[in-house]
Protein backbone atom coordinates (compact mmCIF):
# COMPACT_ATOMS: atom_id res chain seq x y z
CA UNK A 1 0.00 0.00 0.00
CA UNK A 2 1.26 3.70 -0.02
CA UNK A 3 -0.22 6.75 1.18
CA UNK A 4 -0.62 9.90 -0.14
CA UNK A 5 -0.52 13.35 0.89
CA UNK A 6 -1.97 16.35 -0.11
CA UNK A 7 0.27 19.57 0.22
CA UNK A 8 -1.38 23.12 0.33
CA UNK A 9 -5.02 22.07 0.92
CA UNK A 10 -6.23 24.86 3.29
CA UNK A 11 -5.60 28.29 2.27
CA UNK A 12 -4.42 29.69 5.64
CA UNK A 13 -2.00 27.01 6.17
CA UNK A 14 -0.77 27.49 2.01
CA UNK A 15 -0.48 31.09 3.91
CA UNK A 16 1.48 30.63 6.79
CA UNK A 17 4.56 29.33 5.08
CA UNK A 18 4.81 31.57 2.40
CA UNK A 19 3.29 29.25 -0.15
CA UNK A 20 0.47 30.40 -2.77
CA UNK A 21 -2.52 28.58 -3.38
CA UNK A 22 -2.19 25.86 -5.89
CA UNK A 23 -4.44 25.68 -9.28
CA UNK A 24 -4.22 22.03 -9.47
CA UNK A 25 -3.74 19.37 -5.94
CA UNK A 26 -0.03 18.97 -4.89
CA UNK A 27 0.80 15.55 -3.73
CA UNK A 28 3.65 13.38 -2.50
CA UNK A 29 3.71 9.87 -1.22
CA UNK A 30 5.18 8.35 1.96
CA UNK A 31 6.05 4.70 2.03
CA UNK A 32 4.12 2.13 4.22
CA UNK A 33 7.11 2.02 5.98
CA UNK A 34 6.92 5.46 7.23
CA UNK A 35 3.68 4.52 9.48
CA UNK A 36 4.50 4.74 12.96
CA UNK A 37 3.70 1.38 14.69
CA UNK A 38 0.83 1.61 17.02
CA UNK A 39 1.26 2.34 20.47
CA UNK A 40 4.85 3.61 19.77
CA UNK A 41 6.10 6.83 20.90
CA UNK A 42 7.59 9.10 17.88
CA UNK A 43 10.84 9.49 17.88
CA UNK A 44 12.37 12.68 16.93
CA UNK A 45 14.95 11.93 14.25
CA UNK A 46 18.24 12.87 14.88
CA UNK A 47 18.82 15.02 11.61
CA UNK A 48 16.08 17.48 12.61
CA UNK A 49 15.66 20.53 14.47
CA UNK A 50 12.33 21.75 13.75
CA UNK A 51 10.06 18.83 13.27
CA UNK A 52 6.35 19.26 13.15
CA UNK A 53 2.95 18.01 13.64
CA UNK A 54 0.55 18.62 10.64
CA UNK A 55 -3.06 16.86 11.70
CA UNK A 56 -4.86 15.96 8.46
CA UNK A 57 -8.24 13.74 7.77
CA UNK A 58 -7.26 10.42 6.32
CA UNK A 59 -9.20 8.64 3.78
CA UNK A 60 -8.71 5.40 3.23
CA UNK A 61 -9.28 3.21 -0.45
CA UNK A 62 -11.96 0.56 -0.47
CA UNK A 63 -11.15 -0.47 -3.95
CA UNK A 64 -8.79 0.23 -7.02
CA UNK A 65 -9.42 3.28 -9.28
CA UNK A 66 -7.52 4.51 -12.69
CA UNK A 67 -8.68 8.09 -14.02
CA UNK A 68 -11.62 7.98 -12.00
CA UNK A 69 -13.76 11.22 -12.77
CA UNK A 70 -14.40 13.09 -9.34
CA UNK A 71 -18.58 12.24 -9.71
CA UNK A 72 -17.57 9.04 -9.00
CA UNK A 73 -14.74 9.25 -6.97
CA UNK A 74 -16.93 8.73 -3.74
CA UNK A 75 -17.57 5.27 -4.36
CA UNK A 76 -13.67 4.49 -3.18
CA UNK A 77 -14.19 5.04 0.38
CA UNK A 78 -16.85 4.81 3.17
CA UNK A 79 -14.49 5.24 6.29
CA UNK A 80 -12.28 8.20 7.29
CA UNK A 81 -9.30 8.75 10.25
CA UNK A 82 -7.11 11.30 11.48
CA UNK A 83 -3.50 11.25 11.75
CA UNK A 84 -0.31 13.18 11.55
CA UNK A 85 2.25 13.98 8.82
CA UNK A 86 5.36 14.80 10.68
CA UNK A 87 7.55 16.97 8.55
CA UNK A 88 11.13 18.11 8.90
CA UNK A 89 10.48 21.56 8.52
CA UNK A 90 13.82 22.69 8.18
CA UNK A 91 15.17 20.16 5.69
CA UNK A 92 11.63 20.43 3.48
CA UNK A 93 12.60 23.87 3.60
CA UNK A 94 16.21 23.38 2.57
CA UNK A 95 15.26 20.85 0.07
CA UNK A 96 12.84 23.11 -1.47
CA UNK A 97 14.64 26.23 -1.83
CA UNK A 98 17.38 23.94 -3.60
CA UNK A 99 14.03 22.65 -6.38
CA UNK A 100 14.50 19.22 -4.80
CA UNK A 101 12.34 16.39 -3.72
CA UNK A 102 10.88 16.51 -0.16
CA UNK A 103 11.22 13.00 0.73
CA UNK A 104 13.94 13.38 3.38
CA UNK A 105 11.83 15.85 5.12
CA UNK A 106 8.44 14.19 4.99
CA UNK A 107 8.52 10.36 4.05
CA UNK A 108 11.24 8.83 7.00
CA UNK A 109 10.10 6.14 9.14
CA UNK A 110 7.47 6.78 11.74
CA UNK A 111 6.53 10.23 9.88
CA UNK A 112 3.00 8.84 9.28
CA UNK A 113 0.65 8.71 12.31
CA UNK A 114 -2.76 6.65 11.28
CA UNK A 115 -5.80 6.23 13.12
CA UNK A 116 -6.03 2.56 14.99
CA UNK A 117 -10.21 3.05 14.08
CA UNK A 118 -11.35 4.50 11.01
CA UNK A 119 -15.17 5.48 11.15
CA UNK A 120 -18.04 5.42 9.03
CA UNK A 121 -18.96 8.74 7.61
CA UNK A 122 -22.31 7.98 8.19
CA UNK A 123 -21.38 7.74 11.79
CA UNK A 124 -20.22 10.97 11.31
CA UNK A 125 -23.42 12.72 9.13
CA UNK A 126 -22.72 11.81 5.94
CA UNK A 127 -20.86 14.25 4.53
CA UNK A 128 -16.85 13.98 4.44
CA UNK A 129 -16.49 17.91 3.80
CA UNK A 130 -18.58 18.78 7.15
CA UNK A 131 -16.06 17.00 9.78
CA UNK A 132 -14.37 18.58 12.49
CA UNK A 133 -11.26 18.31 13.78
CA UNK A 134 -8.17 18.81 15.69
CA UNK A 135 -4.91 18.61 17.19
CA UNK A 136 -4.14 19.14 21.11
CA UNK A 137 -0.52 19.34 22.24
CA UNK A 138 -0.30 18.89 26.09
CA UNK A 139 -3.92 19.66 26.32
CA UNK A 140 -3.69 22.51 24.39
CA UNK A 141 -5.89 23.18 21.52
CA UNK A 142 -3.19 23.90 18.39
CA UNK A 143 -4.88 23.10 15.59
CA UNK A 144 -8.39 23.12 14.30
CA UNK A 145 -10.16 22.81 11.03
CA UNK A 146 -13.33 21.92 8.88
CA UNK A 147 -12.70 19.62 5.69
CA UNK A 148 -15.41 22.44 4.38
CA UNK A 149 -12.25 24.15 4.43
CA UNK A 150 -10.35 22.26 1.91
CA UNK A 151 -9.79 23.95 -1.57
CA UNK A 152 -9.92 20.53 -3.23
CA UNK A 153 -12.85 18.35 -2.00
CA UNK A 154 -11.87 14.88 -1.11
CA UNK A 155 -13.29 13.51 -4.47
CA UNK A 156 -11.09 15.70 -6.67
CA UNK A 157 -8.28 14.82 -4.59
CA UNK A 158 -8.75 10.93 -5.52
CA UNK A 159 -9.64 12.03 -9.46
CA UNK A 160 -6.63 14.11 -9.64
CA UNK A 161 -4.34 11.69 -8.06
CA UNK A 162 -5.71 8.92 -10.40
CA UNK A 163 -4.52 10.11 -13.00
CA UNK A 164 -0.92 9.66 -12.22
CA UNK A 165 -1.14 6.62 -10.03
CA UNK A 166 -3.57 3.99 -9.77
CA UNK A 167 -5.42 3.39 -6.20
CA UNK A 168 -5.11 0.34 -4.98
CA UNK A 169 -7.18 -0.91 -2.11
CA UNK A 170 -5.91 0.05 1.39
CA UNK A 171 -4.27 2.73 -0.04
CA UNK A 172 -4.08 5.38 2.50
CA UNK A 173 -5.13 9.50 1.26
CA UNK A 174 -3.70 12.67 3.85
CA UNK A 175 -5.85 15.23 2.76
CA UNK A 176 -3.71 17.84 4.00
CA UNK A 177 -3.07 20.02 7.26
CA UNK A 178 -4.77 23.48 8.75
CA UNK A 179 -3.38 25.99 9.63
CA UNK A 180 -1.25 25.86 12.98
CA UNK A 181 1.16 23.39 12.45
CA UNK A 182 4.27 23.65 14.71
CA UNK A 183 7.15 22.28 16.50
CA UNK A 184 7.23 18.93 18.51
CA UNK A 185 9.68 18.38 21.60
CA UNK A 186 10.48 15.55 23.54
CA UNK A 187 7.84 14.99 25.58
CA UNK A 188 4.94 16.65 23.82
CA UNK A 189 1.78 14.39 24.19
CA UNK A 190 -0.65 14.98 21.21
CA UNK A 191 -3.85 14.00 20.85
CA UNK A 192 -5.93 13.88 17.64
CA UNK A 193 -10.06 14.25 18.03
CA UNK A 194 -12.40 14.09 14.87
CA UNK A 195 -16.12 15.30 15.11
CA UNK A 196 -15.06 15.74 18.77
CA UNK A 197 -13.79 11.69 19.63
CA UNK A 198 -10.14 11.18 20.48
CA UNK A 199 -9.06 9.33 17.40
CA UNK A 200 -5.39 9.12 17.77
CA UNK A 201 -2.40 9.80 21.36
CA UNK A 202 0.93 9.77 20.78
CA UNK A 203 3.96 10.44 22.91
CA UNK A 204 6.95 12.39 21.76
CA UNK A 205 10.35 11.12 22.64
ZN1 LIG B 1 0.71 17.42 5.37
Redesign the pocket.
Known amino acids: MKIV???RNYAQHAAELGNAVPSEPLFFFKPESAILHKDHPFAIPEWTEDCHF?V?VIVRMDRAAKWIGKEHAGRCYTTVGLGL?F?ARDVQSALKAAGKPWEKAKAFDGSAVVSREFVPIEELGGDIQNLTFSLLKNGETVQSGSTAEMLFPVDALIANVSKYSTWKTGDLL?T??PAGVGPVQSGDRLEGRLEGRTMFEVDVV
Open positions: CIGEEDTFGT
